[in-house]
Every structure is written in structure tokens, then in C-alpha cells.
């Protein structure tokens, strides 16, 4: 057999791939008429399904820190499901970008890393980007009023546990473990914490169209998502190309949404996400260009 053999994809493209995956969550999870529990639990069933086929053989062996950082993960997918059920696709993915805002204050904290500058001119701005998502004025034909100032809320939520999760990824206590152990148990303790929720108020009925976004939710969006994303980076695709292909995610998730389902963002909500996205775009690129001069 041919050792040798060069992959069918680069690992660009795998990153490419992975990244687009992950931007079609919010037109999914709004596609389904389950509600934000029920979501949660069949996208986080069949992930996990995926993530342990391909990555046990790498060990999953649960200690406690790998349960405190499954726990951060399991927390950024039920927050950001339940606020795209209840705002717009827009406003949980941006709000949800906002992660590196707690990462830059609490890295300092936590790992000991210098807080520069910049880094509070970048938290600055993206803290006024954020304060824009709340001057939206609620219209009366808007499906979503009662609920989008939780949603809305909870997507920052989903950014703070974003946040958190990288955070402690990088923690030398993470490094030394199989990468997958929080994604695997993280959607395993989505299953369990939602279980009961939905069986309290179970779905009045489950469509056809309603288990195809689930299982495509935890299959590919998911599950084959970080499978193509783990392989392209030890692919070798620079730290600075997947941040970059990364930004892809927050950009095409509202875009789906308003082309399948004619959902639109608010001004106020494309004037913050365009401040925060641009903000955390420059202060990565930055960061990384300082990284490979050093």
C-alpha cells in the first residue's frame, strides 16, 4: 500500500469545509419546529454518535478536568440553540463571537498571559458593538419580540462559555489529553440535562423535516464538522489561515438563513456584528502576524 498517498482534500479545504458546516446551524436549528430543548438533545445524540466513531480510538478516558471543560462546551451549544430559537440567526452568532472578549480578560486571570493595550482597545469596541444588538426596537410583526431580548441574552451567554471552553483549552492540563474528550462528553451532557426537559414538555409532533435537521445538526454540523476541522489543522493549516477561514462562520450563518428563510437582521444588528467581527478579525490577524516575527 501506498504510505505515501496525498489526501483527497487539502487541509485548507478540510477547514473550509468545517467552517461552512458550522454556518449552517442557525438555518437548521430554525428549519425544525422543536423547540430549543429537543433541538438540543437530538443534535448533541447523533454528534456524539459521530465524534466517538472516529475519535476513540484515541482514548476517552473522563477525568475531572475533562468534565469541567465539557461542561464549558455543553454550555456554549445549549446557549446558543436556544437563543437562535428565540432571536434572530444574526444576533446569536454575532453575540456569540464575542467570546474573545472573555478571553482576553480572563486569560491574564487564569493562564497568567499579559493583557496588553490593544487588547483593551479590542474589548472596548467590541463591548460597543455588543451594546447596539439591545437598541433594536422590537416591530409588532415581529414573530420573535417577546423572546429576543433572552435570546439576546443568551447568545452572550454562549460567547462567555465560548469564551471559557478555549480558555481551558489551552491549559496545559488540556494538552496533554485526546482533543476530542470535551466535544464527546460535552454533547453527552447536553443529552442528559436535556433529557428531562423534554420529557416534562415533550414535542406536540416530530415531522419528517424535523428529524432531517436534527440529524444533519449532529451529523455533519457537528460531528463530521470537527472531525474535518481536527484533521486540517494537524494537516498543517497555520493557526492564522483557520482564523481567518474561520470568520467565514459568522458571516454565511445569517446569510442562509435570509436567503432559505427570509429572516432578516436588524440594522442595529448588522452595525454591531460588522464592529465585532472587523474588531476581533484585526486583533487575531495582529496577533498571529506578531507570533511569527517573534
Known amino acids: 500500500m501506498d504510505t505515501n498517498r496525498q489526501p483527497i482534500l487539502s487541509p485548507v479545504y478540510l477547514v473550509l469545509i468545517a467552517v461552512l458546516l458550522w454556518s449552517t446551524g ?5 428549519m425544525t419546529s422543536l423547540d430549543a430543548f429537543s433541538v438540543n438533545l437530538c443534535r ?21 478536568f475533562t468534565l469541567f471543560t465539557s461542561l464549558l462546551y455543553a454550555g456554549t451549544l445549549s446557549a446558543f440553540v436556544y437563543a437562535t430559537k428565540n432571536t434572530t440567526a444574526a444576533n ?15 486569560s491574564p486571570l487564569i493562564l497568567k498571559e499579559k493583557f496588553r493595550g490593544e ?42 462559555f465560548f469564551g471559557l471552553y478555549f480558555i481551558f483549552l489551552r491549559h496545559p492540563r488540556s494538552l496533554q489529553k485526546n482533543p476530542a474528550l470535551s466535544v464527546f462528553y460535552g454533547n453527552i451532557l447536553v443529552v442528559l440535562l436535556m433529557t428531562p426537559l423534554v420529557f416534562i414538555t415533550p414535542p406536540a409532533q416530530i415531522t419528517l423535516a424535523d428529524i432531517g435537521a436534527t440529524l444533519f445538526l449532529g451529523i455533519f ?23 481567518i477561514i474561520g470568520f ?37 490577524f495582529r496577533q498571529n502576524r506578531a507570533k511569527r516575527l517573534a
Open 26 to 30: 442557525g438555518l437548521f436549528i430554525k
Open 44 to 64: 448533541s445524540f447523533f454528534a456524539a454518535i459521530v465524534v466517538a466513531v472516529f475519535t476513540y480510538k484515541k482514548g476517552l478516558r473522563l477525568d475531572a
Open 92 to 106: 446569536a452568532i454575532f453575540l456569540q463571537y464575542t467570546a474573545p472578549v472573555y478571553i482576553l480578560v480572563l
Open 119 to 160: 487588547d483593551l482597545i479590542t474589548v472596548s469596541i467590541c463591548i460597543a458593538g455588543m451594546s447596539l444588538f439591545f437598541l433594536e426596537v422590537p416591530s409588532s410583526a415581529n414573530v420573535l419580540t417577546a423572546n429576543i431580548l433572552a435570546g439576546n441574552i443568551a447568545a452572550l451567554v454562549s460567547g462567555a
Open 221 to 243: 454540523q457537528i460531528g463530521f464538522a470537527y472531525i474535518f476541522f481536527t484533521n486540517g489543522i494537524a494537516g498543517g493549516v497555520r493557526s492564522l489561515d483557520a482564523s
Open 248 to 284: 467565514l462562520e459568522p458571516l454565511f450563518n445569517p446569510v442562509w438563513v435570509f436567503i432559505f428563510l427570509a429572516e432578516r437582521p436588524s440594522a442595529w444588528a448588522l452595525l454591531g456584528g460588522a464592529i465585532i467581527i472587523t474588531t476581533v478579525g484585526v486583533h487575531s
